[in-house]
């Protein structure tokens, strides 16, 4: 079995919470704990639901020993924001430890002496396949080889090469919506889905043909990264990268006997100071581009028309009342695709009067950062005029969103062709209880 991390959920508005992590004791966990409203049997059910909560959280130390599971720290920072102690985070990040996306002093693997490193880290080769498309993944990287590696794959990715899909944006987007059945149709399925998926295929330079496949790899590589991976969904997980490494090689070659416009004849010819990618280097950063791209695209999607129904604002015209931009940054900081991150803390750290001791394991809960009533005027409120869209859906510093151009256009293309729609849910869509990756198992809708 995979390890779990068993809860991290959002925290009170305008402060840190902490639950204890594996580096606690279920004793000190009293010290740790500013905790507010919300008993634990809603606390359960909103879990359960995968909710996006703020606020829902049991001060009842008791009942949440009782749970006997390993928690996790859960911090909520924004880079450079005042924390409610009067500092600002930005102060601490100037060291190559610190993960500067985040704030703290973190790494992304658990440090060597971790007392319970034997029992908790994976056996890579249970998963040979997932850890191979995993080992250069840059979300899981840190200094030189984080950095060298990020440069490489910029080169390939510019905002020039990105701004010359735009073309094959709009045509795919209108002729999705052009097919659909406008009395009752599936926004994800029908046409959040296909759309960013033939908008990263023709980026990478993916045959059409292979496009479901590269859909059904995504949704099931995705389900590792979530708080709780069932056996079936890790071997699931694992025939889908085996099937995505031999498919990449293959692909590869082909691209290194006739290079073509696209992502990956790039990548394999891209260098820097007599640098150049590996292979594998290639694949990871593909899988990467697939899953974190195509999954938060299309979830963005979903989430943002949800919101705005939610909302009682009208969809129709909208880009012609607000900037379009606006909107875009709005929605993204309002129900964000991604959650959370995790991290371990290298060196015993204080943060805003709390301790975060060294050895821990780290939540950086990015959704909750975004409904932050220091950081935003009226967090809970949708508001595309507000004067701060500095949101951390895209995280920031070394590791920030490398694919935000690309995610941009792709909704900026997007919206502009939904909003000349009436669009309304035809029921009021279920979440897909992941934590993670946030989003909806479906959304019905009229236009």
Known sequence: MLPRVEIARRMPVCSPFFVFSEGHSSTNVGKAVPISIAGMKKFKKLINNGSHFVGSFSRNIEAIKSLKKPYLIGLHVSEGKKLPSGEKISTI????????????????????????????????????????????NLLNLEGTIHSELR?????????????????????????????????????????????????????????EEDYDKFLYWSHAIVKMYDLKVSDENALEAEKAAREFYIYMN???????????????????????????LTRDQIICTVILLLNAGHEATVNTIGNSIVALNKNDIETK???????????????????????????????????????????????????????????????????FARENLSHTSFGCGVHFCLGAHLARLELEVSFQNLFSYDIQLLASPERTGAFGIRGFKNILVKI
């Open 93 to 136: 990040i100037n060291d190559l430890r610190i993960n500067k996306s985040l704030g703290v002093i973190l790494s992304c693997v658990s440090p060597e002496n971790y007392e319970k490193k034997e029992a908790t880290i994976v056996n890579k080769k249970d998963y040979e396949f997932f850890w191979k498309t995993e080992e250069f």
């Open 151 to 207: 440069g490489l794959v910029a080169k390939a990715f510019s905002n020039r090469q990105v701004q010359e899909l735009r073309p094959f944006m709009e045509r795919k987007s209108k002729e999705l919506l052009e097919k659909v059945n406008k009395d009752s149709f599936d926004l994800l399925a029908d046409y959040a889905q296909p759309y960013s998926i033939s908008v990263i295929g023709e980026l990478l330079g993916v045959p």
């Open 250 to 276: 293959d692909l590869i070659d082909s691209k290194n006997a006739d290079p073509q416009n696209d992502m990956i004849s790039r990548l394999s010819q891209v260098s820097e100071n007599d640098q150049k």
């Open 317 to 383: 015209d909208l880009h012609k009342k607000f900037e379009i931009k606006d909107i875009i940054e709005e929605l993204i900081r309002w129900d964000s695709p991604l959650q959370f991150f995790q991290r371990w803390v290298v060196e015993d750290t204080e943060l805003s009067g709390y301790e975060l001791p060294r050895n821990s394991k780290v939540a950086i809960l990015l959704g909750s950062a975004n409904r932050d009533n220091l950081a935003f005027s009226e967090a809970e409120k949708v508001d």
